[in-house]
């Protein structure tokens, strides 16, 4: 079935209230946003509409919309109307097999607080939480370095699961469902607690676009019994765990006296035993972080627990490391062939991100980089949406060193650009990033907070410069 509308995004009308009339509000900033990323994996312009719980005169008919999306909030949850257009929706959307729902988390609710219909909806949080005080700050900046962590890696996490669920929609979910057969291993990838949700996400896209299976796909319940039976369940189904421990020790669900991070790891190492005896292929990966100042004694305990517990241990191997080596033990277990991991000998790759608008200002810089030994990755600038972003996404995949050009570009193509170097992991590399530079003309400082080598390109120094970050790659 053809849609007239791609995703409707709904709301309370207080969500998209502002402070001055010249502000955009943030349902609307998160459209755009959203038009953005999904243009990016589409290759063609999303149909977006956004209508409020008020907003009759240009209502949409809900069954020309091929998938909702719920701005989730006190005020979405406690609005009759909003509710009725989503028991609307899931009535037209009864005989899909495909997920069509997904719902925005603006601002925290509990499990018990969300409408009982968007409980086991995917959630993607959208909102900023105060390290110190652990109170909720919505984002005022949306490219400051706290919103890159959090709004836009959910953001791309949301692209690519709208992508993915129109693919379905579009192909006919037969073919989805015959496509999925033979998918490889399925692997459970465990809830984490909030100061690792981002890493989470970041491997887990990884998993995905190499065709695995990645289990828990749903919200957990929040009562243990129910939420101890899904993981049991979803364990059974796979070959692998991963477990990512850090200094947050967890939620932990009604009834239980343990988080559901340790619940999930109490009830895999039950699984590998019984595996194990029943002759199963069955493995785990646990992932300590190196920095716990910030931990509890409670999570302190479980790790301790877990580093001596030969019970816990079970069918396991726990790891203290970086986490990027981490991911790299993940992707040379998983992803990569036996050929894949032989460190090609030779060039290495700079990719010089710029423009067509830029192609003769960047030349001078090309020359210093051949010079050096490099070879270059370019854009593709000719070619259909499609083709120009997957050349780009190949090059994020594949580059040693990165190198942002800025000239006549504004700073959001420059601030996209970024994004897009900070979500490479995610796009399947099979090696660390070596090293990222920006080159441009007046005052780039405020990229130095993201890992970036500033080089400006109005400076006598700015060839000496750019051959230090060379020399250090």
């Known amino acids: 079935m053809a849609y007239e509308i791609d995703v409707l995004v709904t709301y309370a ?3 998209n209230e502002t402070s001055k009339k010249s502000e955009q509000g943030w349902v609307t900033q998160f459209k755009k946003f959203l038009e953005l990323m999904l243009l990016q994996v589409l290759g063609t312009k999303p149909n977006i509409v956004i209508k409020s719980e008020f907003d009759t005169a240009t209502a949409p008919a809900l069954d020309n919309a091929a998938i909702l999306v719920t701005i989730l ?66 984002y005022s900046d949306f490219f400051s370095p706290e919103a890159e ?6 953001m791309v996490d949301l692209a690519y699961d709208i992508h993915e669920a129109l693919l379905a ?63 049991r369940k979803d364990l059974d189904e796979c070959t692998l765990s991963i477990h990512l421990i850090g200094s947050a020790y967890g939620e932990i669900p009604e009834g239980a006296d343990r988080s559901i991070v340790d619940m999930q790891n109490k009830i895999a190492a039950e699984v590998a035993l019984a595996k194990k005896q029943a002759k199963q292929d069955f493995s785990r990966l646990i992932w300590i972080a190196q920095n ?31 986490l990027e080596d981490f991911k ?72 040693d060193g990165a190198i942002i050009f800025k000239g006549k570009v504004n700073d959001q193509w420059v601030r996209m650009k970024v994004l897009d170097l900070l979500k490479a992991p995610g796009f399947g590399r099979k090696k660390p990033i070596k090293g990222k530079a920006i080159v441009g003309a007046g005052n780039l400082d405020s990229y130095k907070n993201q890992n970036l080598t500033v080089i400006s390109s109005d400076s006598n120094r700015s060839v000496e410069t750019l051959k230090n970050f060379l020399n250090e790659l």
């Open 328 to 399: 790299n033990i993940i992707r040379q277990e998983l992803i990569e062939t036996p050929d894949a991991g032989l460190e090609e000998h030779g060039t290495k790759t700079i990719y010089l991100v710029h423009d067509r608008i830029d192609s003769a200002e960047v030349r001078p810089f090309q020359e210093v980089i051949e010079k050096s030994g490099f070879k270059i990755l370019s854009p593709a600038f000719e070619g259909d949406l499609l083709d120009v972003r997957k050349r780009h996404i190949e090059n994020l995949r594949t580059f």
């Open 13 to 15: 009308e207080k969500d």
């Open 73 to 138: 909030t006190k005020e979405f949850a406690q609005s009759g109307r909003c509710l009725d257009l989503v028991e609307t929706f899931y009535k037209h959307a009864a005989q899909s097999k495909t997920n069509r729902v997904f719902k925005v988390i603006k601002s925290p609710l509990s499990m018990q607080e969300q409408p009982p219909r968007l409980r086991d909806s995917l959630g993607y949080e959208m909102y900023q939480l105060d390290d110190e005080t652990g109170a909720m700050k919505e």
């Open 169 to 231: 929609l579009k192909e006919g979910e037969s073919k989805a469902e015959v496509k999925n057969i033979f998918r490889r291993k399925t692997i459970y990838l465990a809830e984490t607690g909030h100061d690792l949700s981002v890493q989470r996400n970041i491997i887990k896209r990884e998993l995905m676009r190499h065709g695995f299976v990645v289990l828990p796909n749903h919200t957990l319940p929040t009562r243990a019994v129910d939420a101890e039976r899904d993981i």
């Open 292 to 322: 716990l100042k910030n931990a509890s004694d409670k999570q302190k305990a479980f790790i301790e627990t877990l580093k001596r517990d030969t019970e816990a241990q079970e069918g396991a191997e726990i790891l203290q490391n970086p």
């Open 149 to 154: 962590k959090q709004y836009w890696m959910k």
